[in-house]
T-cell receptor, first 116, second 114 residues
């Protein structure tokens, strides 16, 4: 069973601080990694994708990938109350055998609370 | 305005009823997916389709059926065989099913069994 693990939280961070969200995955063959943000009662929204080891920055968001450690993280700088949401980590896996398709396995998410 | 639409937003089902959830996309994406989300749980894949007239079972396909007659549409039927259908149902699409497939989600349908 290919798994994606996240701390469910809640993770409470003061406004203006850096929020750090972590994710580990079991499939060493995974090559692409995604972070989704999900507000309560809403659908997930893609916010970051990362494919190579190292850091990828987009505005206040930085995704970090370490394939050797099977670890991916999301940093949110200058956290705002509007960042309060559940963050889902998703990792590509191969569905089926032989020429099967690549799909995503999702973690259960980390609930982030930004305290004003 | 490109995107994915799902309808209805809320759906109530009586015991023994089949219901169909609609999913339409105008992103010209080849691949479409159905997920189920329960409180405190991750997304679980029900069915996916890589191309028109083809679809594959996901992890929890029992009690569900789909069709893919048009590229834009991927309706999901929740049959009476699905014993615990109350959940948040999410449709997604992606350009393809390769390694770099970024999946985009519709707004979801919340199904409740009465």
């Amino acid at each position: 069973q290919k798994e994606v693990e996240q701390n469910s939280g809640p993770l409470s961070v003061p406004e203006g601080a850096i929020a750090s969200l972590n994710c580990t995955y079991s499939d060493r063959g995974s090559q692409s990694f995604f972070w989704y943000r999900q507000y309560s009662g809403k659908s997930p929204e893609l916010i970051m994708s990362i494919y190579s080891n190292g850091d990828k920055e987009d505005g206040r968001f930085t995704a970090q990938l370490n394939k050797a450690s099977q670890y991916v993280s999301l940093l949110i700088r200058d956290s705002q109350p509007s960042d309060s949401a559940t963050y889902l980590c998703a990792v590509n896996v191969r569905w089926g055998s032989g020429g099967g398709a690549d799909g995503l396995t999702f973690g259960k998410g980390t609930h982030l609370i930004i305290q004003p | 305005d490109g995107g994915i639409t799902q309808s209805p937003k809320y759906l109530f089902r009586k015991e023994g009823q089949n219901v169909t959830l609609s999913c339409e996309q105008n992103l010209n994406h080849d691949a479409m997916y159905w997920y189920r989300q329960d409180p405190g749980q991750g997304l679980r894949l029900i069915y996916y389709s890589q191309i028109v007239n083809d679809f594959q079972k996901g992890d929890i396909a029992e009690g569900y059926s789909v069709s893919r007659e048009k590229k834009e549409s991927f309706p999901l039927t929740v049959t009476s065989a699905q014993k615990n259908p109350t959940a948040f149902y999410l449709c997604a699409s992606s350009r393809g099913t390769g390694i770099y497939n970024e999946q985009f989600f519709g707004p979801g349908t919340r199904l409740t069994v009465l």
